[in-house]
Structure formats: C-alpha cells, structure tokens
C-alpha cells in the first residue's frame, strides 16, 4: 500500500502558473477525490504524482521514500502505480486478454494473473473479444484491468468514465472504486462531478486556480463548504443577506443555526443554505410563502415561492409540491453557513 503525501508542491508551464503550494495528506488504502472545474489544475496534479511530469518546488512522497522534488526524481515505472486515463487509450488490434499481458512483467504465470483481474473487474468470458467487440464501460474495465495486473500499491483515475452517459459514468465508477477497496489499493480520482466525487471518496478536494481550497470528507466539504466558491463548486446553494452571531444567524428565513466553529463570522453575512434544507408547511413555524409558478418535471417539480423580502426558486419531490398560488410556510432544516459579506463575489444569490 502507499500512504502519499505532497507538500508545497508547484507547478508552471512557461510563465503560467498550474500548481500553486498543493499540499495534501493520503492515507494508504483510502480514496481521494479531486474536484474541480476545467482547468484548475487536477490532471496536472495527477501526472506530478504519476512521474510523467517533474515538479518545480516541493516534495512528493510514497510511505515517506522521496519520489519528487526539487532534486529527486523517480521515473514512473519505478513508482508502482497504475494510472487510466479518460480515453483507456486500448491497443485496437489486440484482445482484452491482450491489452491486460502488456501491463505484465514477464512473470511465472501470466495468465492466471489475467484471470483473477478479469474476473475482480467483471470481465469473465470476455478475454477473448477486441476492444471494438465491447461497450464503452466494458472498454473502461479493460483499462482498469490492465492498470490492475502488476498489482499496484496506488492506481490514480483521470476522468475515466467521461465519455459514458451520467448514470452509467457514476454506476461504472462506484463499481470500480469497490473493486480497488476490495484489493486495497490507495487510489486518486479525478472529477468533475461532485456526485460521483461525493459518492465514492473517503476524502473529498477540491480544487480552483491550482490551489487546494478544501480537502475533507465529502459530508463536512458538502455541509461546511470552506468558502463560498467551495460552496458553488460542490453543489447548488442559496446564499441569503443576514446578520451571523456566534451560534446562528437572522436572514429572511429568520433565525437559522450555525454550524459549530463559525464565531469568526460575526454581523453582516451571507448566509448559504443548501436547497434540500428548505421544507415548506402549511401551517406554523416557518416564514409566510406564496407559491407564484410551478412546472411539473415529472419526478420532480421546479416551483417559485415569494415571501416578504425575496424570491426563492425550488426544486421540489413532485409528490410534495405545493400547488400553484398555495399559501404556506418555509422553514429551515439543520444548521446554515456564514460568511463575511465581501467574500462572496461575482455571482451572488
């Protein structure tokens, strides 16, 4: 297993920043996702840590052995990972069976070693098809399978079910992600979205303008977004004009808990709440709304409430959406986050 730590790691092309002072901690055996838009900087990170690409400053290392920095550096085939990219990039003119060899040392008995990782990726019976003979997902456990063969003691993922439909992307990766637990292996996941991040990840990063904005679980990065860019980048939030004290906040939706460490934000706040936690009643407690539109999305319904200072736009379990003009009350559930005012930014609201 490799417990990997990067510290203060830098990355430039040219004069263009990349990687701006990353620091991360991996524990061996566990699953880190790297989140974040277009750009920011996450598959530049993850070729650092693979070896294809030396770093300008800082230090990263497996189980404290040194494989990159300023002065050392460890090529790639001696860092004991497996990597698969967004494409699988699989040989056409070869079988599953052939595509997993070439991922093998010559060993004492390469096949039996092809058969267990075809059969821990749910490749049995498929050894001998072309990748053109296979679905996209079939083709993606291929790579997997292939990255798998040396038994590697870290297997770093670069948006390998991009190309899939949205729900077979975030099925296919859960899948996968349960196989590398099942044989231990450290892995890196980079996304872009926060579901399948949230979803397969022990610990959740996020990334913007090469900088690490917040590296948690995805519960405390989801609830208690460190920022409100963390807040945008992990989901759709509401952020609400108030007043925050030590333990809560006055906004429209009157007074809201806060999560425990929030004491720094004191008087004017933006308030964000993610949508989830507005529940509307027809009777007290809450704050007075009228239902203005509503349009039925089959398993869902988007509906537009006014109440006494704003507007809020819903998306509600169509089951449980108010009918059009209804009159009831809002209310909020569980504990808010607070913000000073000035660092929201572009895009408020």
């Known amino acids: 297993m490799s417990h990997i730590t990067i510290t203060d790691v830098h990355k430039q092309y040219g004069q263009t920043s990349v990687l701006r002072g990353i620091e991360l ?16 900087g996450k598959t530049t990170l993850l070729r650092l840590i693979a070896g294809f690409e030396p770093l300008e400053r800082g230090r990263i290392a497996f189980d404290g052995r040194v494989m990159a920095s300023e002065r050392a550096f460890v090529p790639p085939e001696r860092r004991g990972i497996g990597y698969v990219p967004q494409e699988g990039t699989l040989f056409p003119h070869l079988t599953v069976e052939g595509n997993v060899r070439f991922g093998l040392v010559r060993g004492d008995d390469p096949q039996r070693r092809i058969e267990e990782v075809l059969a821990l990726t749910g490749l049995d019976g498929l050894g001998k098809r072309y990748p053109h003979e296979l679905s996209g997902g079939q083709q993606q456990r291929v790579a997997l399978a292939r990255a798998l063969a040396p038994g590697p003691d870290l297997v770093l993922l670069d948006e390998p079910f991009n190309a899939l439909d949205l729900d077979l992307r975030r099925n296919m990766c859960e899948d996968v992600i349960q196989v590398l637990r099942q044989t231990g292996t450290t892995t890196v996941l980079v996304t872009h979205d926060p579901g399948e991040a ?11 303008d090469g900088r690490i904005m917040q590296c948690a679980r995805p519960e405390t990065v989801y609830w208690q977004p460190a920022s409100p860019a963390v807040a945008r980048l992990t989901g759709t939030a509401l952020f609400l004009s108030g007043e925050a004290d030590t333990h809560a906040a006055q906004c429209a939706l009157g007074t809201v808990p806060l999560h425990p460490g929030q004491g720094e934000t004191r008087g004017e706040a933006m308030i964000m709440v993610r949508p989830e936690q507005l529940q509307w009643q027809d009777a007290p407690p809450g704050t007075p709304a009228q239902v203005d539109r509503r349009s039925f999305r089959g398993d869902h319904t988007l509906v537009s409430l006014s109440l006494a200072s704003l507007c809020l ?20 559930l569980g504990a808010c986050m607070a913000y000073p005012s000035h660092t929201l930014g572009p895009g408020a609201g």
Do not use: E, K, T
């Open 198 to 208: 949230f979803a397969v990840s022990d610990q959740l990063a996020v990334m913007q």
């Open 313 to 332: 736009d819903l998306r509600m379990a169509s089951l449980l959406a108010p009918a059009l003009h209804a009159q009831g009350y809002i209310r909020i």
């Open 25 to 40: 901690d991996i524990p061996q055996g566990s699953v880190l996702a790297l989140l974040g838009p277009s750009g920011c």
